[in-house]
């Protein structure tokens, strides 16, 4: 299990690309003096939380419910490609995290803007854009009526807190995918 967003993206990438490319196989197999197996499951804590623990098992688990906490989550589009290598039903529309934050006692708000993206790629080189994206996603969370956000990406959750010019007060909580 890797909770790390992207650490999971490139191991998994890694998977692929030794499935994929028997050449580029061949290459590592020489460079690691051993022969690639596979066979080992590249998981995420959401995957195992949703499929494996399950919806049920999870809240009955329960002691002190998430009440008060109204979420939106961000599992933005930048993300799809991992959100797709991870098998993840739904991709284009995830709904995982919903429903496990659900489970334990949040508001999960319903919102357009899940899969928006925060800038992350241009965090360092673009500043200014990633505060206009951050300014627009936080600004929408608040209509949507959240007093919170849940992000499975270590890059969105230190855009999200650091970058806003709104001056919105929004806390952050962050769930490792």
């Known amino acids: 299990m890797v909770p790390c967003a992207a650490c999971f993206n490139r191991f998994k990438m890694a998977e ?32 195992v939380i949703f499929n494996d623990i399950g919806i049920d098992t999870l809240a009955a688990k329960v002691a002190k419910p998430l009440t008060g906490l109204k979420p ?40 357009s803007y899940k899969t928006d993206c925060c800038g992350g790629s ?22 949507a009526g959240a007093n919170c956000v849940v992000t499975a990406c270590p890059l969105c959750m230190a855009n999200l807190d650091m970058r806003p010019s709104s001056g919105l007060n929004c806390r952050f909580f962050i769930l490792r995918n």
């Open 16 to 47: 692929h690309h030794l499935k994929a490319d028997k050449e580029l196989k061949t290459k590592i197999e020489g460079v690691v003096g051993a022969k690639y197996q596979g066979g080992i499951a590249i998981r995420n804590p959401i995957d």
């Open 122 to 143: 241009l965090s360092i080189s673009k500043t200014a854009i990633v505060v206009e994206m951050c300014d627009k996603l936080m600004s929408a969370a608040r209509e």
């Open 72 to 111: 939106v989550l961000i599992t933005a589009v930048c993300c799809s490609d991992r959100r797709k290598s991870a098998s993840l039903k739904n991709y284009e529309n995830p709904f995982m995290m919903d429903k496990i934050l659900g489970s334990i006692g949040a508001d999960v708000k319903n919102w």
